[in-house]
């Protein structure tokens, strides 16, 4: 695996690597990284790997700081996964002057959800996928289904723009209590590593009262956050929407979404489940 640091490193290397699959992510890799890895594979001829804790996205009060940051670990990881580049650019590469120029998601993507919670998230979100998009000019990208709300802006992002890139959703991998994988696991103590995974069943409840035909989603919803609140959560939100938008959906309508956003002592987990 070749390590690059440079935007221009890595462009010069990418122009004889034939079509370049990219997969964007922030580091301290797990099962879920490589997954997504793994099925980047399968779309092109390179796999291009990024490890980047993007400051933009991280509101003042965030964890940006404490993200913990392994990238010895990583880089092995991804060595024996088979990648073929893995672009780590430091601060002053990607950012070398204060950044002017932004992606701002409309709205009622960026501002519902996990956006209310998290203003101006997916702005900084947006913008670096943007930057990481021109720097490696990839045919294809990989996301996880794990950040929903993220992959649907990517979606539309790449659709608005007419930007010439596949997007490839990867499914959301689970420790086996159901817990989804993510860095941020690693903040929990050895108790909330127990309590966790009632986020997942507590999804799963509610997509099976949705497939019995319990359509009063406000009353699901409401009862979802009493049980989290029960347990020592405190939720941000517990809701269904349409898988297509995120939008409300109208009474009848199929091709939902339960998604939920909870902290669990200081530690702020997300998941969520397609009916
Ligand atoms: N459990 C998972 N299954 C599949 N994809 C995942 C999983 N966790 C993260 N990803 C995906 O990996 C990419 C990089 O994510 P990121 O580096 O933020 O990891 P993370 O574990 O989600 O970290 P965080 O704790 O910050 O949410 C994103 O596309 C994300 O959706
Ligand atoms: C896509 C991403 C790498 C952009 O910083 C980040 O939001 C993530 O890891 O999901
Ligand atoms: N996994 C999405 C990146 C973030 O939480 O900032």
Redesign the pocket.
């Known amino acids: 695996m070749q390590i690059h640091s440079t935007i221009a490193g890595l462009r010069g290397t990418l122009k004889t690597a034939g079509r370049v699959a990219l997969?964007?992510?922030?580091?301290?890799?797990?099962?879920?990284?490589i997954?997504?890895m793994d099925q980047a594979r399968n779309h092109g001829d390179s796999v291009v790997a990024t490890?980047f804790v993007n400051r933009l996205q991280f509101r003042p009060g965030e964890d940006f700081e404490k993200?913990p940051r392994t990238f010895e670990a990583d880089c092995a990881r991804l060595a024996a996964a088979g990648v073929d580049h893995l672009f780590a650019p430091d601060e002053a590469e990607m950012y070398p002057q204060p950044q002017g120029y932004h992606i701002d998601p409309p709205a009622e993507q960026a501002n519902i959800l996990d956006g209310e919670f998290r203003p101006g998230h997916f702005r900084g979100m947006a913008t670096v996928v943007m930057k990481l998009f021109q720097i490696a000019q990839p045919q294809v990208a990989?996301?996880?289904?794990?950040?929903y709300q993220?992959?649907m802006i990517i979606r539309n992002m790449v659709r608005d723009l007419n930007l010439p890139i596949e997007i490839v959703g990867?499914?959301?991998?689970?420790a086996a209590d159901g817990l989804?994988?993510?860095?941020?696991?690693g903040y929990l103590t050895e108790a909330e590593r127990r309590e966790a995974p009632r986020l997942f069943e507590l999804l799963t409840k509610v997509v099976v009262e949705l497939r019995s035909g319990n359509r009063d989603l406000p009353l699901l919803e409401r009862d979802a956050m009493d049980l989290l609140k029960a347990n020592n959560w405190l939720p941000d939100y517990v809701a269904v929407r349409k898988k297509i938008d995120l939008q409300l959906p109208a009474a009848h309508e199929s091709g939902l979404v339960v998604l939920a956003a909870a902290r669990l002592g200081s530690t702020r987990l997300?998941d969520n489940l397609e009916v």
């Open positions: 997969v964007p992510t922030m580091g301290n890799l797990h099962d879920g990284h997954a997504l490890i993200y990989l996301f996880g289904k794990k950040d993220q992959l990867g499914e959301t991998i689970r989804a994988l993510s860095s941020r696991n997300i």
